[in-house]
């Protein structure tokens, strides 16, 4: 069972279609990526997923209480005058977390992520803001964690330090990013692209079909479609022996489209 799915969904900004039959799902326990250029349609679907936008068209399912969910927007926005221990701290308690384990878990998150608890709103950096968002995402220890362009604005040594944490966390997680580094984060992705999915399967496979080395192994069998990133003809082989069980109506293997994958990023 999904704890996010979303079905056919489209959505009209005036004339412009942004999202154009979109289908997606998170398992539980399960990370996934939503990965495409600027522009794609990303935010505009988690906007959906989270509910501040509704669809034109189609629906979403998501099974998480709203309480259980710990979201970390694209622009975080925080009171100009209130210290990053207040904000981490007053979103747990209006969270329904007490004193004393909100001040618990606001000092914890505060030190995991390296942020100053007495600096204000008013002086923190883009990147900075993002660490606060972060936090405020998973103090409140969510089933499901929703981070849109979480590394964004960020030097090399805070963005190690942020997938880290995602890498470590347990809950269900739903991560919109531009930047091919957190595609290696996901169980499973989609790209997407001009408000279309493009895409849906492993990093790996997405790592071969969109440029990199190796064969692609994909099968049609009375069960259905498979498909099977490989690094050589022998574990092709390999994993067509696994299909001995089933009834093989089609196989193909074949090298990754030859495409440049930083041209497909630039849309």
């Not at 669809?55 to 927007?73: K, M, Q």
Request: net charge neutral.
């Amino acid at each position: 069972m999904s704890v996010v799915e979303v079905v056919s969904v489209s959505k009209w900004f005036g004339s412009l279609k942004v999202l154009d039959g979109v289908s997606m799902r998170v398992g539980w326990g399960e990370k996934v990526i939503l990965v495409g250029p600027n522009g794609a349609g990303k935010t505009t679907l988690i906007r959906i997923v989270i509910g501040s936008l509704k669809p034109d068209e189609g629906y979403v399912r998501v099974l998480a209480e709203r309480d259980s969910i710990g979201y970390g927007p694209q622009i975080p926005v925080f009171y100009p005058f209130h210290r990053v221990f207040d904000v981490i701290y007053y979103s747990l308690r209006l969270a329904g977390f007490d004193a004393a384990e909100s001040r618990r878990r606001a000092k914890e998150w505060i030190s995991v992520l390296g942020l100053n608890p007495n600096a204000y709103g008013i002086h923190l950096s883009g990147g900075e803001r993002k660490l606060v968002a972060l936090a405020i995402a998973l103090a409140r220890d969510p089933d499901l964690l929703i981070l849109d362009e979480p590394t964004e604005m960020l030097d090399v040594s805070r963005r190690k330090l942020v997938r880290d944490v995602i890498s470590r966390f347990r809950g269900s997680t739903l991560i919109v990013t531009h930047d091919l580094e957190e595609v290696k984060l996901g169980d499973r992705l989609y790209f997407l692209n001009r408000g279309r999915v493009l895409f849906e399967g492993t990093p790996a496979e997405f790592a071969l079909r969109f440029g990199g080395e190796g064969l692609l192994v994909e099968t049609w069998t009375a069960a259905g479609f498979k498909s099977f990133a490989v690094k050589s003809l022998g574990e092709a082989l390999e994993a067509l022996r696994a299909l001995s069980g089933d009834e093989v109506v089609e196989i193909r293997v074949r090298k990754p489209i030859p495409e440049d994958l930083s041209n497909l990023m630039g849309g």
